[in-house]
DNA sequence: GCACATCGTGATCATATGATCGACGAAAAC
DNA sequence: GTTTTCGTCGATCATATGATCACGATGTGC
């Protein structure tokens, strides 16, 4: 080959139909034969360092194309958009699929993510919610056998928790012995100041993590179906901005808590104690979150978002413009 | 390919739903975000030796696939002029290479030409032989995820498609639930009338896509090694002028069917069924089989060749005076 | 229960790869 | 004609990678 060729064609986007063939040549013996660059600089006569560099454009090119084959390969452009819009250390998205209940898939998703990040003897703060329990459940072999600390955020953890916390000794779990909701605020403000409490809270702010569940504010939330809040109530944290919960705090579409009689009666930490703890871990998804997860993600509230698949993209699509 | 070799690539085919997560993801980092392993070690907490042997297994069960995105697979002059001289719709030609099985590398050539052409919810009839085999092993990732549905042209191809389909429903295979070959003409005519026999052949009658084998009169085919025929049948085949075979029916050199008992003992479609689906595509090389090729590209029998350079060669050889 | 095979794991080390640098040659500017 | 600029080339070297080995866990058959 005459370099002046070379000079010729060089143009980033197209070049010389004879160098092409010369490229897929190199790359089908490098990807599909397996052999070394220097093998196929003797074998075509081409310095070895140029094998390397015939490689690099032909991937810069997309001459070269590595496909993976995966239900899950869509989901990883999904997650590096929503990292990048709303600033979160880590998305996560599991691949969209009809059967199979939403909160288990997150769930499990949830676990596996907590596995590959907690270490030996860290705290996992918790939260209140559906998948949360679930995540819980999934990890509970996990906790014990790394000797994970659990502490709730919030009240009304005790219900759930005690299955996971089985078999395990006791004094690496500390939840507040209390509903996450009382019925007035003279209440909330005494079971506050209980000694046990405090030290429970306080702890909670040391840890490591924090796990919580995002809730949308619709008559199917778990907040209404356990009682600790009614339809009545809901329609008027709706008339007042709010979009979803997250540790029984209501916010707006900004991701601002609200200010709500309602908060006053509850019993764990704040935002900006949670926003405190280094890592918020949400795991939400489904039609009717959609709002309350975009929300909480453009207020900061969180760190790591664990959703699915078309979600993701709801979510994403509000903000595309 | 050796028997134990297609075992262990149907066990590998099989995996956890979390370790195909895993395995995309840290292909997605290596091939797309171009991390290092060990970036990618620290970041899913795996060690970069892990994370080497993942890659390496997705690569071998053909979740991660280098796509070489040339309008020619290689070899341009040869594909043109076998297009041109023998009316091909199209002509894959792959570099020469001593080392390496020249069924393994077609095998690859085929799977990627399909995965390029196949569109979801289609239909791909296939063949018989080792080349075949290897190609659907290859695609069957991308057949499950793609919704494409298989039917068989022969029988006898149950015993090595199944592990392809493992894990699809299975009303995407359809397969001719019998050998190859049989005894007896009046067996073979038996089988044929089959209601489920009848439905299936059909059935493949209607598909988009043919994927075929080409065989060689020769002492090594597959055909003998298989046991469906012997030694001294393909002597008698020979001298009645027989040069090769397309789903078990054997041709002269003009790529014309021969009336040979054999035929008759077949369970599959004839040529002239063959003919009617658009595309039929042979993956097919090595120097026994240049007449076979040579002749099923001058009698019109596919529409596709993928082939390799020396055996390229030597067909176009013997058509250029 | 114990020996044994099998598998997954991480440590070590040789090799493969690509980043950097200076040299060279061709075209363009002066 | 000279100089400048640009781009390619190969040498060198740090790094990334994967082959090999040895260990420990797990499961299996006797």
Not at 230 to 252: H, L, N, P, T
Not at 298 to 310: A, K, Q, S
Request: net charge negative; with cysteine.
């Amino acid at each position: 080959m005459k370099v002046s060729d070379v000079n010729e064609a060089y143009d980033e986007l197209a070049f010389e139909p004879h160098e092409e063939e010369l490229l897929s040549r190199v790359a089908w013996h490098y990807y599909h034969d397996g052999l070394t660059q220097s093998e196929i600089g003797e074998r075509l006569n081409l310095s070895r360092i140029k094998v390397s560099r015939m490689l690099d454009r032909g991937r810069r090119m997309g001459l070269i194309h590595v496909h993976i084959n995966s239900s899950y390969g869509g989901c990883f452009a999904l997650e590096a958009r929503l990292q990048e819009i709303y600033g979160l250390d880590e998305a996560r998205v599991i691949p969209a699929q009809e059967t199979g209940n939403i909160n288990d898939r997150l769930a499990e998703a949830a676990s596996q993510y907590l596995m590959g990040r907690l270490k030996d003897q860290e705290m996992l703060a918790v939260g209140w919610g559906a998948t949360v329990m679930g995540t819980l459940q999934r990890l509970a072999r996990t906790l014990s056998y790394r000797d994970i600390s659990l502490v709730s955020l919030t009240g009304g953890v005790s219900a759930y928790i005690e299955g996971v916390a089985s078999g395990r000794s006791s004094q690496n779990v500390h939840l507040i012995p209390a509903p996450l909701v009382v019925s007035q605020e003279s209440i909330a403000e005494a079971i506050r100041a209980e000694r046990h409490v405090v030290e429970v809270m306080s702890m909670a702010r040391t840890a490591n993590y924090a796990l919580v569940g995002i809730g949308a504010v619709a008559d199917e939330a778990t907040l209404i179906a356990s009682g600790y809040a009614s339809r009545s109530q809901f329609e008027i944290f709706r008339r007042q901005g709010a979009v979803g919960d997250i540790i029984g705090i209501f916010y707006d579409q900004n991701g601002v808590p609200l200010d709500l009689p309602f908060h006053k009666m509850l019993v764990g930490l704040d935002f900006d104690a949670l926003s405190a703890i280094p890592q918020v871990i949400a795991a939400a998804g489904g039609p009717r979150k959609v709002e309350a997860i975009r929300a909480a993600a453009r207020g900061g509230r969180i760190n790591v978002l664990i959703t699915d698949e078309p979600t993701a993209e709801a979510i994403l699509e509000k903000d595309q413009a």
